[in-house]
Each structure stands twice: as structure tokens, then as C-alpha cells.
């Protein structure tokens, strides 16, 4: 008992960070995966992978357009789309495997850090991912592509 007492003084002692047992997923970390295709700083390819920025932003002002955020990535999403002015045609693979926290994680990642014109961003929650990824479990990617239109983006 005593040496695991000591463990995270000497660890300190180190300048090695203690770090829990059970961390909270790490949105920069998930976002790679994004990156693949959206670049690592959310702009996109124009018409062939969206920027993840002012229409990610508008989308995230409304319950519609959270819910189709969180159905674009936990279903996969299929086009046509128009985001800020370009029409896309592609498809998105889905991201299901990605638990209600790791999508809560990197959905924040993507609102703080790549998206940053429009208006202020408000956090997604585990339990808000989980009650949404649910509202549209049986939704297929071309189903969740028709819902953008009437979800407040740019
Ligand atoms: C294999 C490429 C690819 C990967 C990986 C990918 N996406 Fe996408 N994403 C797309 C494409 C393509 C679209 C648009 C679908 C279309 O063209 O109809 C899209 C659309 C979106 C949208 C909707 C954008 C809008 O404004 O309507 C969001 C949100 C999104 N992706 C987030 C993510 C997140 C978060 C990740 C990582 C967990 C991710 N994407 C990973 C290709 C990808």
C-alpha cells in the first residue's frame, strides 16, 4: 500500500503528469481521424469535403441542426448538401464506434478550435449525444443528408 501512497509524489517529482485511471476522451486526438479528409484545421476541400466551420457553427445554435451534427457523424451523411455556398455530392462514412463521450469530445474540438466564424458555441454533452445519436438510429446517411436543409446552417 505504501509504495502506490508514493507513486504520484515521486511521479510529480518526476515532471511526469498523473494522469487518471479513466481519462476522458481526447477531442484533438479523435479529430485526426476527421482530419483525413476535412484537414487538420476544419477548412475542407471545396466541393468534395465541407469546411467544418460556419455552417458547423449555425448548425450547433439550433436542436435540429445539433441533431444533424450528431447524426452526420454517428450515421454517416450523404449529400447533395450546399455548405457556405458549394454544393457536395460525397458521402461520409460513419463514426458509430466512437462512444457518446468521444463524440461529445471531438464535436467540441471541432466548435472551439476548427470552427471559428459565427456565432458563440455551446458544448455538447455526453447525455445530449447519447438522446440524439438515439433520435436517429435507424436514420441511413442519404436520410440524415436531407435533414441539413431545414437545420439552420450557412
Ligand atoms: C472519409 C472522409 C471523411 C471523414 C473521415 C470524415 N468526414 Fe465528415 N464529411 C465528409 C463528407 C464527404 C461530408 C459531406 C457529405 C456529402 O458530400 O454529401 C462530410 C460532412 C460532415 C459534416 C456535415 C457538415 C455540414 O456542414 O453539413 C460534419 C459535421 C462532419 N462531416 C463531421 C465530421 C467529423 C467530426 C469527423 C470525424 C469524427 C468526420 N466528419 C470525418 C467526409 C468525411
Redesign the pocket.
Known amino acids: 500500500m505504501r509504495a502506490f501512497a508514493i507513486l504520484p509524489v515521486a511521479a510529480m517529482a518526476l515532471g511526469v503528469a498523473v494522469l487518471p485511471v479513466r481519462g476522458a476522451p481526447d477531442g484533438a486526438t479523435?479529430?485526426a481521424?476527421?482530419a483525413?479528409?476535412?484537414t487538420k484545421t476544419g477548412a475542407g476541400v471545396p466541393g468534395?469535403?465541407?469546411p467544418?466551420n460556419a455552417?458547423?457553427r449555425a448548425?450547433a445554435t439550433k436542436d435540429a441542426g445539433r441533431r444533424?451534427?450528431v447524426l452526420?457523424?454517428t450515421r454517416g451523411?450523404?449529400?447533395?448538401?450546399t455548405?457556405e455556398g458549394k454544393p457536395?455530392?460525397?458521402?461520409?462514412?460513419s463514426?458509430g464506434t466512437?462512444d457518446d463521450a468521444g463524440i461529445a469530445a471531438?464535436?467540441n474540438h471541432?466548435g472551439t478550435q476548427a470552427s471559428k466564424t459565427g456565432p458563440a458555441f455551446k458544448a455538447f454533452s455526453e447525455a445530449e449525444v447519447g438522446r440524439l445519436r438515439a433520435s436517429g438510429a435507424s436514420l441511413s446517411p442519404a436520410e440524415v443528408?436531407k435533414l441539413?436543409a431545414g437545420a439552420g446552417?450557412k
Open positions: 479523435l479529430f481521424r476527421c483525413a479528409c476535412h468534395v469535403y465541407p467544418l455552417d458547423f448548425l444533424y451534427i452526420a457523424v451523411v450523404m449529400g447533395p448538401l455548405v457536395y455530392a460525397g458521402v461520409m462514412p463514426h466512437i471531438v464535436l471541432v443528408g441539413h446552417g
